[in-house]
């Protein structure tokens, strides 16, 4: 008997003692934070605008202007010539002739159609000579003071009228000081904001 005792004391003592061997802490895990990035600092990007871009501004804004033979101004009317003269002069002081036929034979360079940008001139040859201009506008459109039309208004170049008689394009390169570009943007800045 008292090896049977012995042996469940033995039993019991074993029992007891791995009860209190110190069980394995649970460590808890820890997981850090997500970090949160600062909120990024809005950048200002002054994007430059080229001054033929400026000068098609100032004639799309006479977009609907009546059509006068000869008129130079929004409160006359405009023929052609006197608008595409009108956005350049009053914009970059830029004095170009008053006819789109001595527009056509200044000393500019001369643009190929698939490299128009905005605010290039685009001539047109009606009765054998030039005696329409215009101002490119982006996208295949130009706009113009078009006398059948009676008003400033915007066409687009593959109009079947207007492929027949274009003759050529040619761009105004005007050289701005460092100030004239920074009240150019600054104007540009100014009407975008006053834009819904």
């Keep these: 008997m008292n090896v049977t005792r012995c042996s469940w004391a033995a039993a019991f003592l074993t029992v007891f003692l791995t009860g209190c061997v110190q069980q394995p802490v649970q460590q808890a ?3 850090p934070a997500k970090v949160l990035a600062p909120e990024p600092e809005p950048v200002t990007v002054e994007v430059e605008i080229s001054p033929q ?7 799309l804004d006479q977009l609907g202007a009546r059509y006068r033979y000869g008129g130079t101004s929004p409160e006359g009317g405009f023929d052609c010539s006197g608008l595409v003269h009108y956005a350049y002069q009053n914009t970059l002081s830029v004095d170009l002739p008053r006819s789109s036929k001595a527009m056509s034979r200044m000393d500019l360079p001369e643009v190929k159609r698939d490299d128009l940008q905005p605010g290039d001139l685009v001539f ?3 009765g054998g000579q030039i005696s329409h201009v215009g101002m490119y506008k982006g996208d295949g459109e130009f706009l113009h003071a078009n006398r059948s039309g009676g008003k400033v208004r915007i066409d687009n170049l593959s109009d079947s009228y207007w492929r027949k008689h274009y003759a050529l394009a040619k761009r105004v390169e005007v050289e701005l000081s460092d100030e004239e570009v920074a009240a150019l943007i600054q104007a540009q800045s100014a009407d975008n904001a006053a834009t819904p």
């Design 29 to 31: 895990v820890v997981v």
């Design 124 to 126: 047109f040859r009606i």
């Design 53 to 59: 871009e400026e000068a098609l501004s100032q004639a």
